[in-house]
């Protein structure tokens, strides 16, 4: 079945530095999506991508989904400490409904 | 924006008991809700996807008579986990779709997810 894998695991960054995941599904997908869940709290969606090559900015953040819609990858700008948090990446499952396959998160800490 | 909502937040039973977990969408329709379970520091699993006024879709692996699911209306889901035991531990979490509009819009795929319900059985 359709899997999304993404890399890294963990990131530690210091306060001002960039920090880039990188999503990739083992089949095309119709949309990407990105959400970012802080220590003990609940996902909260981000962005969807739906175009091929399409790039989408928020303020510091950019998320790009490749041409041929099977990668994606998110970048942030000069981190701060208030981007620490688990940021996922998730595709369609396939078939007639909407369920999701989420990747297994990027972890990421930033230090002040 | 679209908020959903989770009761508790927070139970802890004894082993054999049944725990029911509510799961609402606030402010917009909800035709599909989806069911997550996640254990620390890992990824959120689906467990199983839930259609207003039909049976809800299980995943592979996940068993429908312990993990029962039931969408009445189109604001309400809930899952009852019967007879918990210990392994039944982890966080729960809800997600609703907004059914509004088309894909890339609001209302595309992209869901909504309550703030997650900390199962722990003793």
């Known amino acids: 079945g359709q899997q999304v894998m993404q890399i890294p695991q963990y990131q530690h960054v210091q306060e001002g530095e960039d920090f880039t995941t990188y999503c990739n599904s083992s089949?095309?997908?119709?949309?990407i999506q990105w959400y970012k869940q802080r220590p003990g709290g609940h996902p909260v969606f981000l962005i969807q991508?739906?175009?091929?090559?399409e790039v989408k900015k928020q303020k510091r953040l950019t998320f790009q989904f490749g041409e041929a819609k099977k990668n994606s990858s998110l970048h942030i700008t000069a981190t701060q400490t208030t981007d620490v948090g688990t940021y996922f990446c998730?595709?369609?499952?396939?078939?007639?409904?909407?369920?999701?396959?989420f990747g297994k998160g990027t972890s990421l800490l930033v230090t002040p | 924006g679209a908020v959903v909502s989770q009761h508790p937040s927070r139970v802890i039973c004894k082993s054999g008991t049944s725990v029911k977990i509510e799961c609402r969408s606030l402010?917009?329709?909800?035709?599909?809700m989806f069911w997550y379970r996640q254990f620390p520091k890992q990824s959120l699993m689906l467990m199983a996807t839930?259609?207003?006024?039909?049976?809800?879709?299980?995943e592979q692996g996940v068993e429908k008579d312990k993990f029962l699911i039931n969408h009445a209306s189109l604001t309400l889901s809930t899952l009852t986990v019967t007879s918990a035991h210990p392994e039944d531990s982890s966080f729960y979490i809800c997600?609703?779709?907004?059914?509004?509009?088309?894909?890339?819009?609001?209302?595309?795929?992209?869901?909504?997810f309550g703030p997650g319900t900390r199962l722990t059985v003793l």
């Open positions: 997600s609703a779709r907004d059914g509004r509009g088309r894909p890339g819009e609001r209302g595309g795929h992209e869901q909504f």
């Open positions: 998730a595709g369609p499952k396939g078939g007639s409904g909407y369920a999701l396959n």
């Open positions: 991508l739906v175009k091929s090559g």
């Open positions: 402010d917009f329709q909800a035709t599909t």
């Open positions: 839930s259609n207003e006024g039909s049976k809800a879709t299980y």
């Open positions: 089949t095309t997908l119709s949309n």
